[in-house]
């Protein structure tokens, strides 16, 4: 059984589907250029496809007239044309929660960003928007550093502008407890105050059982000061009516999911001219 492959798999998988499937194994760089390179005796042969974000369509599925599975590793198989395929009989699997871990990370390390200015700072500092040449008088320092203080007396401080929060006092609100929810809620765990939780689908006892707080969604969004989205819906999740349920004026959000309003996924939360948060 032929499988073209243009995914990156570990040895343990490679020699797992050879040893349990009797697979034969075709490194490919793209899916379509290799099929397309095949004559039609050769495409006969190909039974598998494994991708992972190359666009796999109605076109290219039926050049493969005894293709039998696409193994999409990913955890949403957005890539495939899961219509072509099942009408053609080909079977379709993906990998749900296989970059939880990851993004789990990712999403921690933007949140800290946020908080404490990280990411800011570092580019005021780079750019020398934050920096001066010329110590204030009195200031000694060392040849070569950063001087974090403004030219203009009058200029606000950017260590005061920027201290941002400590995380020990912290509300984190996560939307969805799915494989990345709950990596994300673990990560939380010991760092701030409360982990909150908000998932419909998932029983409040078994939140409770790992150690976070169940809440409704607008009981979140009043008690959280960060808010990270990893939920999918059809529908809007969070807008403008539900960010005017916030506790705080400096509230921040991270997270990137269909629901969350495009406009609505920048850094911190501030309350509208003239409007109390």
């Given at each position: ?58 076109e290219l599925i039926s050049a493969l007239s005894r293709l039998e599975i696409i193994a999409c590793l ?162 809007r999740i969070i807008g403008e009516p539900e960010l005017m349920q916030r506790k705080l004026p400096h509230q921040y959000r991270a997270g990137r999911r269909p629901g ?18």
């Amino acid at each position: 059984m032929l499988a073209l492959v243009s995914a990156a798999l570990t040895p343990d998988v490679v020699e797992a589907l050879i040893r349990e499937r009797s697979w034969e194994l075709l490194r490919v760089e793209q899916i379509g250029v290799a099929v397309a390179d095949l004559t039609v005796t050769q495409r006969h042969t190909v039974r598998a496809v494994i991708v992972e974000a190359e666009p796999i369509g109605d076109e290219l599925i039926s050049a493969l007239s005894r293709l039998e599975i696409i193994a999409c590793l990913r955890s949403d198989p957005v890539n495939i044309d899961i219509a072509a395929a099942t009408a053609r009989g080909v079977v379709v699997v993906h990998t749900p929660g296989r970059n939880a871990e990851a993004v789990a990370d990712f999403t921690l390390g933007l949140c800290l960003s946020a908080i404490r200015n990280i990411a800011t700072t570092h580019h005021g500092i780079v750019s020398g928007d934050l920096t001066t040449a010329q110590p204030p008088r009195g200031l000694r320092v060392a040849a070569g550093d950063a001087i974090w203080r403004p030219d203009d007396p009058a200029a606000p401080v950017p260590y005061i502008v920027y201290q941002g929060r400590q995380l020990s006092g912290l509300v984190v609100g996560v939307i969805g407890f799915g494989a990345i929810g709950r990596a994300v809620a673990r990560r939380f765990a010991g760092l701030v105050r409360e982990v909150h939780i908000t998932d419909p689908s998932v029983p409040a006892e078994e939140i409770k059982a790992c150690g976070f707080v169940p809440v409704h969604l607008s009981e979140l969004l009043a008690a959280a000061d960060v808010v990270t989205v990893h939920a999918r819906s059809s529908t809007r999740i969070i807008g403008e009516p539900e960010l005017m349920q916030r506790k705080l004026p400096h509230q921040y959000r991270a997270g990137r999911r269909p629901g969350l309003r495009r406009a609505d996924r920048c850094a911190p939360v501030r309350p509208p001219q003239g409007r109390r948060a």
